[in-house]
């Protein structure tokens, strides 16, 4: 009946699709107004960003930049807007920036913080950027005690016999690892550098000083504040809780009793306690726990508590990250005759860091942010401490939005940038599929 | 020995009298349940034998306690002459001699496919970086890829990822070599890529012991076969007669089970 076959003569010329399935109208149907439900959610959503634009629209075009203080703010906006105008006074921004960003720190000697900065940006570039050469890395392995140097000011003797004590480690190490086994050498060498770096550094500095004289003007830890002691607490925990969070990971997986029961019950602690309680320990208790006169600075102390409390952190992150690991990666390693260091070192942390990157970012960023509770053991925090400060003169003494937003725009740069770079790392490193 | 296949033949003149392995009643427990009993065996240098047996029957348990990937309780085990004990010295040395390929290959994703091979030369021999390079891309052109060294293990099909995995062992030069079911992973048509690679390993007269379910292969190129069953060795013979003549029982009702489709 029907005839089944069939010949075309004429190629048929491409056409465009139907208006509906493109562009703009395509984009809107898809992604606002998919169904009853999708479209009012727009219209709401809608709503409420111009509710929300509308509230802060004025107070955010009638800015202030200006003033010497909140009542001429306040004087300027109601002579330009209206008497019942509203107007953000970023005057204070302009006044006290320098504050927020370096809390007290002498101005005559800023130029020290410029070049540790600049310095930090130069040290951890070779770490983020591996394209780079490695050996630039022994710059930023250098590059803590020269901050340190730059920042706290003294004689140079300080760091460098810190340095020393570093080097007296090592050597240690190398001579009784073969003997002693890694952990055992390493923990030898730790004690013979502690005891030089207590009972050594000071008397051999002091001589060193009186031969060849080269200082900076010290500067007090009490004036540190701002972003300068959110950066230093920060980078410091966060440089040192990487690697001893790997350690407490691995010690948590040891087959030995007691390596495995002071990893554990390290982790369990410092998780299971505010980290205020451990910056209250960190101010009040550790100094009775110290010979009376060890000059224990109290960021040091913080420092060491907030490393403590994120390597915990950290440590649990990559314990998942090493329980992903198949059986199979280890046992391949050990059966091409590597030992437990250096399958870990070749072998594990590269894949278990790797798949552990989003977790240790998070810790990280957490971390940065926790730096602000530093104000209740009496340091001066961006947030609270330099607030509080700033709004102690009586010029800016009814001022909050302002210096708030200031301080959560410069974190949300920060930790923003953390998320990117991590993003960026994941997508490097991706290589298990094309 | 009943008139060996030519195959058979030309495999028992390369073995010496040198033992390579010697298992003198090992045993092997998890928990309270017996996995390993008594097992003994000798390997002679240049032997190549295969393990066959139900899962479940302590074969994979059983090569793996020669390179201590499994620890075992009782007996003994010398491999090259260096007996296996907790000591992490020997067992580092037994390891760099004795090569082990596994079921789901475990190279390392992270690391492109020379690295994979080069990594235990330079950090466990400490080769030199180039010497390694040379070594490892020597032993990709004899499993036939020497075009992917540059690629992620990721990136290779699955019996491509079995011959990097050997070349891997090869790389270290090791003196024997275990081989912990090669083929079970893989699609048929790759199995055949992995086991002419095995072949050729066999004919250069190394040492193996290889568990697997390929009967083809045991026939070709093993010159003892090893029927295990509940953890023991219940039957051992050359090829010819392990096929063509099995004593036991249960070996019988093996055979006919994996032979008879």
Same mark, same amino acid.
């Given at each position: 009946m029907s005839n089944t076959s069939f010949v075309r003569n004429e190629m048929l010329p491409p056409a465009p699709p139907p208006v509906s399935q493109t562009g703009l109208v395509k984009w809107l149907r898809e992604n606002l107004f998919a169904g009853p439900l999708n479209s009012a959610l727009t219209v709401l959503g809608l709503g409420a960003a111009i509710w929300l634009i509308q509230a802060a629209a004025p107070w955010l075009l009638h800015s202030v930049w200006v003033a010497d203080s909140q009542n001429e703010c306040r004087a300027i906006v109601q002579e330009r807007w209206g008497p019942d105008a509203t107007g953000a006074c970023w005057a204070i921004i302009r006044a006290r920036w320098h504050q927020f960003l370096f809390g007290f720190y002498p101005m005559e000697e800023y130029w020290r913080l410029f070049v540790t900065f600049a310095g930090l940006l130069l040290a951890i570039l070779p770490v983020l950027a591996t394209s780079l050469p490695r050996k630039l890395l022994w710059g930023s392995v250098l590059y803590p005690l020269v901050a340190f140097w730059l920042l706290w000011g003294g004689s140079v003797w300080g760091p460098i016999l810190t340095l020393a004590g570093f080097g007296l480690w090592a050597a240690v190490f190398l001579a009784l690892q073969v003997r002693l086994g890694v952990v055992v050498a390493a923990g030898v060498g730790l004690i013979v550098a502690a005891v030089f770096w207590i009972y050594g550094v000071d008397p051999i500095e002091t001589g060193l000083q009186s031969v060849l004289p080269f200082a900076l003007p010290e500067v007090d830890s009490d004036q540190f504040g701002g972003f300068l002691l959110a950066l230093v607490i920060g980078a410091t925990a966060i440089v040192i809780s990487l690697p001893l969070g790997i350690l407490l990971a691995l010690g948590r997986q040891s087959d030995m009793l007691i390596v495995k029961s002071l990893s554990v019950g390290f982790i369990e602690f410092i998780r299971g306690v505010p980290l205020i309680t451990l910056l209250f320990t960190a101010s009040l208790l550790l100094q009775y726990f110290l010979p009376s006169d060890t000059k224990f600075d109290l960021i040091l102390r913080v420092v060491i508590l907030?490393? &403590? &409390?994120?390597a915990a952190y950290i440590a649990e992150v990559i314990r998942g990250g090493l329980a992903a690991l198949p059986r199979g990666q280890y046992e391949a390693a $050990?059966?091409?005759?590597? $030992?437990?260091?250096q399958a870990q070192r070749l072998i594990i942390m590269p894949q278990a860091l790797k798949i552990s990157i989003p977790g240790i970012v998070s810790t990280f960023i957490g971390l940065f942010k926790d730096t602000t509770l530093v104000a209740f053991v009496g340091l001066m925090d961006p947030l609270k401490g330099i607030s509080t400060a700033v709004r102690a003169d009586i010029n800016w003494k009814g001022i909050y939005w302002e210096p708030y937003i200031f301080v959560a725009v410069i974190f949300f740069i920060f930790n923003f940038s953390m998320s990117r770079y991590s993003m960026y790392l994941e997508r490097k490193l991706k290589r298990d599929h094309r | 020995m009943s008139e060996p296949n030519t195959q058979a033949a030309r495999a028992q003149m390369q073995v010496s009298d040198e033992v390579a392995i010697q298992i003198s009643n090992m045993n092997k427990w998890y928990g309270q349940f017996h996995v390993l009993?008594? #097992?003994?065996?000798? *390997?002679?240098r240049g032997e190549r034998i295969v393990i066959a047996g139900p899962s479940g029957s302590g074969k994979s348990t059983m090569i793996r306690c020669i390179n201590r990937l499994e620890e075992h309780q009782a007996g003994k085990i010398i491999v090259d002459g260096i007996e296996l004990t907790s000591d992490l010295k020997n067992i580092d040395k037994v390891r760099s001699e004795v090569g082990m390929v596994f079921q789901h290959f475990n190279l390392f994703p992270h690391l492109t496919i020379l690295e994979n091979l080069t990594l235990a030369p330079i950090w466990v021999r400490k080769v030199p970086k180039r010497e390694a390079e040379e070594t490892a891309m020597y032993f990709l052109e004899k499993v036939k890829i020497p075009e992917q060294a540059n690629k992620y293990p990721g990136q290779l099909s699955g019996g491509q990822q079995q011959r990097v995995a050997i070349a891997r062992s090869l790389c270290m030069k090791p003196r024997i070599m275990l081989f912990d079911e090669p083929t079970s992973a893989l699609d048929p048509e790759m199995i055949k890529e992995v086991l002419?690679?095995? #072949? %050729?390993?066999? %004919? %250069?007269?190394?040492?193996?012991?290889? *568990?697997t379910h390929e009967m083809g292969f045991a026939q070709a190129v093993a010159n003892r076969v090893i029927f295990m069953a509940d953890g023991q060795i219940v039957e051992q013979n050359n090829p010819h007669d392990f096929f063509n003549n099995p004593q036991s029982e249960r070996t019988k009702q093996f055979l006919s089970q994996i032979l008879g489709h």
């Open positions: 907030v490393t &403590f &409390f994120s $050990d059966a091409l005759g590597l $030992d437990y260091w | 009993r008594d #097992i003994n065996l000798t *390997v002679q002419d690679t095995m #072949i %050729e390993l066999a %004919e %250069e007269g190394m040492t193996m012991l290889c *568990v």
